[in-house]
């Protein structure tokens, strides 16, 4: 028995390794585990295809012995295990580095490069350090059948997905829908969660956010029967707002519902609008009013407090859990858009949080997944236009623009449109960052809207 195996005096590592190929392949070992098993005892393993347009490394090494771990254990079992190498060749990033390769855009391609020649350069990048696969795969010991690899770009794999997913539409298990997906203006297309992370995806901009006064569509007597008998009196010409924080201020002409959490606490608040100077009534998370209002012993009497002034007078009134609120409707803070019935009502969410904000979270559905959720399982519509080929879109187009009126659906623009409103910002940029005309001390546009501006924002 002493002489089957060899006895190692130093451990080198490296040579072992070596001596170890060298007799896999002499051998045809993988080969012969292939033959000498019945292949109707079979386990088929397809590898989730690496992409062979970017250098492997040392996580790919640790996910690929995983991998053969499984296929060496079930050969050990008697399966005939074929192991299938593949190749990933779609994606954002291949064509991204041949168009900086090339010093083009994808407006370019039909125009200064054939879309022949620019499917040419992304096959040739696509296969850029394939050799460098190929050698680490055989120096780490993986298995797998390199002779024979799918590779995604071919007809044949293309064609098969396409089989696939006729048979899954065959079986009614396809349907159309909407979801809310990260885009890209500039590639035209959306974005995986690994294309998110690629560097250069974002552009750093400056980010505001606002707090909003929603006007609810309650009077005193309703006041008091969701407060109950904690309140006394009530002037009954007074406004009623929610106050919502968002730090997407461009979504608020997409706002269709306000959401609070079920178990949140609430104030009732008689204070003042900072921008009016007005008196009224508003509705905010108890644990957040020391971020809008001073303590109790610093803040000023009504009659002393000025516009301008930064701390505001107040008193509390009540105190409700969200629940109590969930119903509520309210008036449309940016008329341009009519959603439809069923928009502008307090809903529950179960992600509001008092963390910062007010505690109610502004909803628009065509921008946020969690909107989408919480406003579809409350049944809210999104705010959705309809262009001219007949497709609802958000009203933001995919270059970051607010919908021209001309690329709309005419009947849609005069049944569900205040085209007044709206035309002053239509082709418009949502952000001042994303307009390459506009600079940091570019103007805002002027207009009037019922929006307490936490800090200033412009579209």
Same mark, same amino acid.
């Given at each position: 028995?002493?002489?089957?195996?060899?006895?190692?005096?130093?451990?080198?590592?490296?040579?072992?390794?070596?001596?170890?190929?060298?007799?896999?392949?002499?051998?045809?070992?993988?080969?012969?585990?292939?033959?000498?098993?019945?292949?109707?005892?079979?386990?088929?393993?397809?590898?989730?295809?690496?992409?062979?347009?970017?250098?492997?490394?040392?996580?790919?090494?640790?996910?690929?012995?995983?991998?053969?771990?499984?296929?060496?254990?079930?050969?050990?079992?008697?399966?005939?295990?074929?192991?299938?190498?593949?190749?990933?060749?779609?994606?954002?990033?291949?064509?991204?580095?041949?168009?900086?390769?090339?010093?083009?855009?994808?407006?370019?391609?039909?125009?200064?490069?054939?879309?022949?020649?620019?499917?040419?350069?992304?096959?040739?990048?696509?296969?850029?350090?394939?050799?460098?696969?190929?050698?680490?795969?055989?120096?780490?010991?993986?298995?797998?059948?390199?002779?024979?690899?799918?590779?995604?770009?071919?007809?044949?794999?293309?064609?098969?997905?396409?089989?696939?997913?006729?048979?899954?539409?065959?079986?009614?298990?396809?349907?159309?829908?909407?979801?809310?997906?990260?885009?890209?203006?500039?590639?035209?297309?959306?974005?995986?969660?690994?294309?998110?992370?690629?560097?250069?995806?974002?552009?750093?901009?400056?980010?505001?956010?606002?707090?909003?006064?929603?006007?609810?569509?309650?009077?005193?007597?309703?006041?008091?029967?969701?407060?109950?008998?904690?309140?006394?009196?009530?002037?009954?010409?007074?406004?009623?707002?929610?106050?919502?924080?968002?730090?997407?201020?461009?979504?608020?002409?997409?706002?269709?519902?306000?959401?609070?959490?079920?178990?949140?606490?609430?104030?009732?608040?008689?204070?003042?609008?900072?921008?009016?100077?007005?008196?009224?009534?508003?509705?905010?998370?108890?644990?957040?009013?020391?971020?809008?209002?001073?303590?109790?012993?610093?803040?000023?009497?009504?009659?002393?407090?000025?516009?301008?002034?930064?701390?505001?007078?107040?008193?509390?009134?009540?105190?409700?859990?969200?629940? +109590?609120? $969930?119903?509520? @409707?309210?008036?449309?803070? %940016?008329?341009?858009?009519? &959603?439809?019935? *069923? =928009?502008?009502?307090?809903?529950?969410? +179960?992600? $509001?949080?008092? @963390?910062?904000?007010?505690? %109610?979270?502004?909803?628009? &559905?065509?921008? *946020? =997944?969690?909107?989408?959720?919480?406003?579809?399982?409350?049944?809210?519509?999104?705010?959705?236009? %309809?262009?001219?080929?007949?497709?609802?879109?958000?009203?933001?187009?995919?270059?970051?623009?607010?919908?021209?009126?001309?690329?709309?659906?005419?009947?849609?623009?005069?049944?569900?449109?205040?085209?007044?409103?709206?035309?002053?910002?239509?082709?418009?940029?949502?952000?001042?960052?994303?307009?390459?005309?506009?600079?940091?001390?570019?103007?805002?546009?002027?207009?009037?809207?019922?929006?307490?501006?936490?800090?200033?924002?412009?579209?």
């Amino acid at each position: 028995m002493k002489n089957n195996y060899k006895e190692y005096k130093q451990l080198n590592l490296t040579e072992t390794a070596n001596e170890i190929r060298k007799f896999w392949e002499e051998d045809n070992t993988f080969q012969k585990s292939l033959d000498n098993r019945d292949k109707d005892n079979a386990f088929v393993f397809y590898e989730g295809p690496p992409s062979a347009n970017g250098t492997p490394g040392i996580h790919h090494v640790m996910a690929r012995s995983i991998k053969d771990v499984v296929c060496r254990y079930q050969t050990l079992k008697g399966k005939h295990v074929v192991r299938k190498a593949g190749w990933d060749t779609h994606g954002l990033p291949v064509e991204l580095g041949v168009e900086k390769k090339l010093g083009i855009t994808k407006e370019d391609i039909g125009k200064k490069i054939s879309v022949d020649d620019y499917n040419r350069a992304c096959r040739e990048e696509v296969m850029k350090y394939k050799d460098m696969w190929d050698d680490l795969t055989l120096k780490m010991g993986y298995w797998v059948n390199l002779d024979d690899p799918y590779i995604t770009f071919t007809n044949d794999y293309i064609e098969t997905l396409w089989f696939l997913l006729k048979d899954l539409y065959k079986k009614g298990l396809l349907y159309k829908g909407y979801t809310i997906q990260p885009y890209s203006p500039a590639a035209g297309t959306g974005l995986s969660s690994h294309e998110l992370n690629m560097p250069g995806c974002y552009r750093d901009v400056k980010d505001l956010t606002c707090v909003a006064l929603f006007k609810l569509k309650v009077d005193s007597e309703k006041l008091k029967v969701i407060f109950g008998n904690q309140l006394s009196t009530l002037n009954p010409q007074l406004s009623t707002n929610a106050i919502a924080w968002t730090t997407t201020p461009w979504t608020l002409p997409s706002n269709t519902a306000l959401c609070v959490g079920p178990n949140i606490e609430y104030n009732l608040v008689r204070s003042v609008n900072p921008v009016s100077g007005e008196q009224t009534y508003l509705i905010l998370g108890k644990p957040l009013m020391s971020s809008f209002f001073p303590a109790e012993e610093e803040k000023p009497a009504f009659e002393d407090w000025k516009v301008g002034d930064k701390k505001l007078p107040y008193e509390v009134l009540g105190t409700v859990k969200g629940t +109590d609120l $969930v119903g509520i @409707e309210y008036e449309q803070l %940016i008329p341009w858009v009519n &959603p439809g019935e *069923g =928009a502008f009502r307090i809903i529950p969410g +179960d992600y $509001v949080t008092t @963390e910062d904000g007010t505690g %109610i979270v502004h909803i628009a &559905p065509t921008f *946020g =997944a969690d909107d989408k959720r919480v406003a579809l399982a409350a049944g809210i519509p999104p705010l959705q236009m %309809i262009d001219k080929d007949g497709k609802a879109q958000p009203m933001v187009d995919r270059t970051g623009k607010f919908f021209r009126i001309e690329d709309l659906d005419p009947e849609f623009v005069k049944n569900c449109m205040n085209v007044e409103a709206y035309r002053p910002y239509a082709g418009q940029f949502v952000k001042n960052a994303y307009d390459p005309t506009k600079t940091p001390t570019t103007p805002p546009r002027p207009k009037k809207t019922r929006v307490w501006m936490w800090t200033s924002w412009s579209c």
